[in-house]
């Protein structure tokens, strides 16, 4: 199979896999309650952060192709042109560490890394991977800890001047130690990302719209102490985001430049544990940071804070790198 057939095929899979969490479901809805499988709980808990950084890394990817080079005289993100990077490969690396207070308490954090294609000046092909390790203490004091992969696909097409389309599928096999039971699941999710870009005079706008889904296949286990039996299950999760970026004009120093950035976005998240029971919560989240871009690459340094309506607080901080070959 050509790699052109295989990223075909992985794009079309796309589709079969949100259409069946976009659809309206809120007949089955209900209050949240602590009656919730805490494997469900835990995983709803760092859904829409974790699904962020992979947007977000793919989004500086993209912005790598089309950011305006530290040689160009014209530096204003409204006036400048693509530089050369990309070319025929490229690879990139980001980290994240997030710690949660409140309702819910934990961290968690993420080693996120890509190798791409790009095709003609505006359509990349790669292979997006992560490592992720996370402890989240539910309401009981029951710890969830969970550590693994996730590899997949993903694409980033510019459509026009003014409109980017992003997507992605991962699928991973976690590792979880529940008061001392362990198992190990079997994930597949996706995404989809449109976003838009309108000039203004000292900055960029750039408002997108998410759509993600997450299915989770879960063994039964038993955990050691205390001793409680847990049946197999699936646990089916549907993230939307709304939000907007902010670009500002670029500064250069010497032979860096560099570009303001600042966000501001908003997550609503459906997580069904498979037993009935359903949790549903919005999470407002701001970021800011800054891309220092030199000749060969560009660094990306951030952070964000969350706060869902449950009570949860997420502060999280990222650095990530772009090479060029």
């Not at 835990?42 to 950084?53: I, N, R």
């Not at 000292?202 to 997108?208: D, N």
């Not at 500064?251 to 908003?266: C, H, Q, R, S, V």
């Not at 407002?284 to 560009?298: L, M, Y």
Request: one cysteine or more.
């Amino acid at each position: 199979m050509t790699i052109s057939a295989f990223f075909r095929r992985s794009c079309m899979l796309l589709p079969v896999l949100l259409a069946p969490m976009i659809a309206p479901q809120a007949a089955d809805a209900q209050v949240y309650g602590y009656s919730m499988d805490p494997r469900a709980e835990a995983s709803g808990q760092l859904l829409g952060s974790d699904l962020a950084s992979f947007r977000n890394a793919i989004a500086n990817r993209r912005s790598g192709t089309a950011q305006p080079s530290v040689r160009q005289d014209d530096t204003s993100l409204t006036g400048g042109t693509a530089p050369t990077w990309g070319g025929i490969s490229s690879a990139w690396a980001s980290v994240d560490a997030k710690r949660l207070s409140g309702t819910y308490s934990g961290n968690s954090a993420n080693v996120i890394f890509g190798a791409d294609t790009l095709l003609g000046d505006s359509f990349v092909v790669g292979l997006i991977g992560g490592y992720n390790r996370s402890t989240v203490t539910v309401p009981g004091t029951q710890k969830i800890k969970a550590k693994g992969f996730s590899v997949g696909p993903y694409f980033s097409a510019r459509l026009s001047d003014s409109l980017s389309l992003d997507g992605f599928i991962g699928f991973g096999k976690p590792d979880y130690d529940i008061d001392g039971g362990k198992f190990t699941g079997e994930k597949t999710f996706g995404n989809l990302t449109l976003t838009g870009s309108i000039p203004l005079q000292r900055a960029e706008l750039s408002p997108f719209i998410s759509v993600a889904s997450v299915r989770e296949k879960l063994p039964a286990f038993s955990s050691v102490v205390p001793v409680v039996a847990y049946g197999a299950t699936e646990i089916k999760s549907f993230v939307a985001t709304v939000g907007t970026g902010v670009h500002y004009n670029a500064i250069d120093k010497g032979n860096l430049t560099y570009l303001p950035n600042a966000g501001f976005e908003i997550d609503y998240v459906r997580n069904d544990d498979g037993f009935g029971n359903v949790d549903s919560f919005t999470t407002p989240r701001i970021s800011g940071g800054v891309t220092i871009i030199s000749d060969t690459g560009a660094l990306n340094l951030g952070a964000n804070v969350s706060r869902t309506s449950e009570g949860t607080t997420t502060i999280g901080a990222s650095a990530g790198y772009f090479w060029q070959f």
